[in-house]
């Protein structure tokens, strides 16, 4: 409801303001991609309370004029993506951004397995093309792809794993009641 009214009141003290994003409603196995970050943070950015932070998702954004003139526009050079991380990145090392919890915006997240698995590995290439640039310097050491890489295939095993089991246990389910009702 107040999306823009919170941000511009952040505006009046940082030059970069920005809020959670949240996922509308959605299906068990979106609950889940939210829960795990995608997009922009996911729940778990929207439990952050409001201060100043170092990373903010461009999903929901607000910046003065000024930063563009100042750190310039996107870096259309990346094929699959981070071209918003790389953004961040620049403004961060120059001003403060501030996460304001209230300035909360929907966004719709990826709501099924094959879709989630074709945005993995374009975001995986992403993140190559973007360490590549920066070398070692990449700012959140668990988010590089040296560990990316493997945290992003254990959270699409558990996935799997996860979704078998509920498919199990539909089936056993299923056999019970027929024995028991037949």
């Not at 997009?39 to 309370?49: Q, S, Y």
Request: aromatic content about 14%.
């Amino acid at each position: 409801k107040n999306w823009l009214t919170e941000l511009m009141k952040s505006l009046d003290k940082y030059p970069v303001a920005g809020g959670p994003t949240n996922p509308p409603k959605t299906n068990a196995f979106g609950y889940c991609v939210s829960i795990m970050g995608y997009p922009a943070g996911g729940i778990k950015r929207a439990l952050t309370n409001s201060g100043e932070t170092t990373e903010l998702s461009t999903c929901n954004l607000s910046f003065k004029k000024e930063i563009i003139k100042k750190t310039g526009l996107f870096n259309e050079t990346f094929k699959f993506g981070v071209e918003d991380t790389e953004f961040i990145r620049r403004v961060s090392a120059k001003y403060k951004l501030f996460f304001n919890a209230q300035a909360i915006v929907y966004h719709k997240p990826r709501d099924n397995l094959i879709d989630f698995i074709k945005w993995w590995f374009r975001r995986g290439k992403a993140d190559v093309s973007m360490h590549k640039m920066f070398m070692n310097s990449y700012p959140f050491s668990l988010l590089s792809p040296k560990y990316s890489v493997l945290l992003k295939s254990i959270a699409i095993l558990a996935i799997l794993i996860a979704v078998n089991f509920i498919s199990q246990l539909f089936f056993y389910a299923g056999t019970l009641i027929l024995i028991l009702f037949i």
